[in-house]
């Protein structure tokens, strides 16, 4: 048996604002490695008199550093100091699971699941923008292995001087949990939604194209259909006319925690995602594992993830994705035949045990190619 290996990851991204994608995605590597690895984890985040909320509360110690976030993420970009194994005690690899690289005192993987602000920086913050650039350059310097969630970052990195050698594809996993029926048909019924159910799930932030939904619903023919909104608000997003000039048509749910989404997930008849641009699209991978149909965007990450199991539109064509939904809505048995290729797909392709594997493939090669150049 292959000897253990003790990983430090990084889970600051829990404590953010809007935790988003990149902690959900941490969250379910670990709950995979836990379940079906043999690495032990430790985190690391920076000081904090709370914890996470309970629904982003890490599964694994965590380890805090004495400096808060700000200067943190400040002395990690530019002074690569202070070093994790202070904080941590002596660990084998780190690994950085978002855009935060601490400095290399082992071999380190970095997890770049996106790069978006590349793609379109008016959609983040000047700040950020700066952020995000000195963090792709020290993931481009000094990580030993860099894993992608998906074909379309890893050509995206690509395109921006990433080494292939040390590129490597780690899809997102899912773990399918049955939602009991009686629960799906009192949430239909707290919504008040005896019609068809259009689903979307997401941070409300500009990439995720809510405002072309939202026009596509408008024009859909059922006027009984209601579309249904989950998720934190976000940023540079503001789409209150639209919601107004729809009224009863829309519910806003807002966040809401695992268990209570994936009970949305089921009680959908459709799911419809046309972001323009994903890492990955785990919220397609959700409503495909629960059973539901899925539109989502021609050309993008969510595509490899659905793949024929869903219906791809173009994200900018409105009229287009109207089509679509009146299309699935409209046609019970091609929906049915979606959302069972979908669930099939999810099983057979994004399974936590073969993600486990995978990531700690990576870190066992990690080990191998950067602990002669680790700084030990």
Request: contains cysteine.
């Amino acid at each position: 048996m292959a000897e253990r290996l003790r990983v430090a990851v990084t889970l600051e991204q829990c404590w953010h604002r809007v935790p988003g994608g990149t902690a959900r995605a941490a969250l379910a590597s670990i709950s995979a490695l836990l379940a079906h690895g043999t690495t032990d984890l430790v985190g690391v985040a920076a000081h904090h008199r709370e914890p996470p909320p309970a629904a982003w509360s890490p599964p694994i110690p965590v380890h805090q550093s004495r400096l808060p976030r700000p200067l943190l993420y400040e002395a990690w970009q530019r002074l690569r100091r202070p070093h994790l194994e202070p904080i941590t005690g002596p660990v084998d690899v780190i690994h950085a699971t978002g855009m935060v690289v601490p400095p290399r005192t082992a071999p380190l993987v970095v997890t770049v699941h996106d790069l978006a602000f590349l793609r379109d920086p008016s959609q983040f913050t000047a700040r950020g923008v700066r952020f995000f650039h000195r963090a792709i350059e020290l993931a481009r310097r000094e990580a030993t292995l860099i894993t992608c969630p998906s074909q379309a970052t890893i050509e995206e990195c690509l395109a921006h001087g990433f080494p292939a050698e040390r590129l490597r594809l780690l899809p997102w996993s899912i773990e399918p949990v049955t939602v009991d029926p009686d629960t799906v048909a009192a949430v239909r019924r707290e919504l008040d939604l005896p019609g068809p159910m259009v689903l979307w799930a997401g941070t409300v932030e500009p990439r995720k194209n809510l405002p072309v939904l939202l026009d596509a619903f408008a024009a859909v023919e059922d006027r009984s259909a209601r579309l249904v909104l989950v998720g934190p608000e976000g940023w540079n997003e503001d789409i209150s006319a639209r919601l107004d000039q729809l009224g009863e048509r829309v519910r806003r749910v807002g966040f809401v925690d695992t268990d209570a989404l994936r009970v949305l997930y089921a009680a959908a008849d459709l799911f419809c995602f046309p972001s323009r641009q994903e890492g990955f699209g785990l919220p397609v991978l959700e409503a495909m594992a629960q059973r539901t149909a899925v539109i989502t965007s021609a050309g993008t990450a969510t595509a490899e993830v659905a793949a024929e199991a869903g219906l791809l539109v173009d994200p900018d064509d409105a009229a287009a994705l109207t089509t679509a939904i009146d299309r699935l809505l409209g046609d019970p048995e091609q929906r049915a035949r979606l959302a069972e290729a979908g669930h099939a797909r999810a099983l057979s392709r994004f399974d936590r045990r073969s993600h486990a594997l995978a990531l700690e493939s990576v870190y066992r090669e990690a080990v191998v190619l950067g602990s002669d150049r680790s700084g030990r």
